[in-house]
């Protein structure tokens, strides 16, 4: 074990050198993990620092009294992935047998980790490791899936940068996020052209697609008017989830896939609790401005130590709702729906929702929720898990949420 962990120690440090990025002194940043409004203030005392990236990719940062460059890891294999080791459908990860059954026009929030007396540290110390799957290999695999939603919305003329990340988790389409990044999907079907959004696959700007709310949590947008509207600050995590559906490209020209790549979501929380690393990978935005936001945003990705298991309910508990990273650099505005992902078996171990207060990356604690925490949060809501979410006739099923409850949500 003591050397298991040497090894993946040397591999780490190998593989991040230079990356962990100081922020204070180059940015005062906004700290929060809201997928809204990019907010920077460049230090030109700092003249440049050059910085590595994962996988061996490094690029160079210049402070300058404009906006400055792109602080976001491109990636070298956008869209381009070797053969995948997918279930039937098309999706990374082994298949198990462990499923259980008005808003404001520019919404200024900020969704930060606040102090949450009633959650419970989990001990990860009393499980092994397995075996790791190669983070080059599997971060390629895993690319195409994680996705980039944008939105713009207008205010007082101007239009407003809104970027988030999701995951599909489904083969036909189903794009699983947070609450907080999918509600502005339910403003664009208000058809007032004030709310605009797209779904940018793989980081190319040429596969951009629309989509819709399949289902999004009514418990968290019922529990968050206030982070909405801007008038607290506020967020856990709990319950703030939401599906989307890619209906179709944005170009006519294009067509949609008759199968998206994807990832599994692993709902087995002793499945989890094995895993002392993930994968992370989202768009995260922090350090861009309005205009790169739209031009230059890429997929970034990183390995993290998880430091906890979390539990809602206040009690010692067998469900594992959340999972925390602590010092990671993927802890930015934007990166809210990006995915956890086993370096086991290539699941979705969860999905990234809030970051705590710090003035650099390496001092934010992530926090992500689990699947199994939506699971048991759908099974309370609506009566069914996360498997019949996403089973069925979906298309039926998101214009029975729009035309329901949906409704009633964007009259909040």
């Not at 990719?57 to 381009?80: I, R, W, Y």
């Amino acid at each position: 074990m003591t050397e298991l962990l040497v090894l993946i120690g040397e591999k780490i440090i190998s593989l991040f050198v230079g990356v962990i990025i100081t922020i204070a002194g180059v940015f005062s940043i906004n700290t929060d993990m809201s997928s809204t409004r990019i907010v920077y203030t460049p230090d030109i005392s700092l003249k440049e620092q050059k910085r590595t990236a994962l996988f061996g990719e490094s690029f160079t940062m210049q402070a300058t009294s404009t906006e400055p460059k792109n602080g976001v890891l491109k990636s070298n294999t956008d869209g381009l992935a070797p053969e995948v080791e997918k279930d039937e459908k098309g999706s990374i990860g082994t298949e198990e047998s462990v499923y259980a059954d008005s808003f404001s026009t520019i919404i200024k929030k900020t969704q930060e980790l606040v102090a949450d007396t009633s959650r419970t540290m989990r001990d990860i110390s009393a499980y092994n490791e397995a075996p790791l799957i190669d983070a080059d290999k599997l971060n390629t695999l895993i690319r195409p899936a994680v996705v980039n939603l944008y939105c713009t919305a207008r205010a007082n003329g101007d239009m407003e940068p809104i970027s988030g990340s999701g995951v599909l988790i489904d083969s036909r389409g189903i794009i699983l996020t947070n609450a907080h990044v999918a509600q502005y999907f339910l403003l664009d079907t208000d058809g007032n052209g004030i709310v605009s959004c797209v779904v940018r696959v793989a980081g190319s700007y040429s596969k951009v697609y629309r989509a819709q709310p399949l289902y999004i949590s009514s418990e968290w947008i019922r529990e968050n008017t206030g982070v909405i509207t801007g008038q607290k600050d506020g967020g856990t995590g709990e319950n703030d989830y939401g599906f989307l559906i890619i209906t179709g490209p944005v170009s006519d020209a294009e067509s949609r896939p008759d199968a998206f790549v994807s990832i599994l979501p692993e709902l087995s929380e002793h499945e989890i609790q094995k895993d002392s690393y993930a994968l992370l990978a989202s768009y995260p935005a922090e350090l861009l401005g309005g205009v790169s936001v739209n031009r230059d945003l890429s997929l970034l990705s990183s390995i993290g130590e998880i430091t906890g298991f979390l539990t809602f309910n206040g009690v010692p508990s067998e469900n594992l709702d959340a999972i925390e990273v602590s010092g990671n650099i993927l802890s930015q505005r934007g990166s809210s729906g990006g995915a956890l992902i086993s370096l086991r078996t290539g699941k979705l171990i969860g999905i990234i929702s809030v970051s705590s207060k710090g003035d650099t990356t390496e001092s934010r604690i992530l926090r992500a929720i689990t699947p199994s925490h939506i699971n048991r949060a759908l099974a309370l809501e609506a009566g069914v898990g996360l498997p019949s979410v996403i089973s069925g006739d979906i298309f039926e099923a998101s214009g029975v949420f729009l035309s329901g409850t949906g409704k009633e949500l964007r009259e909040i």
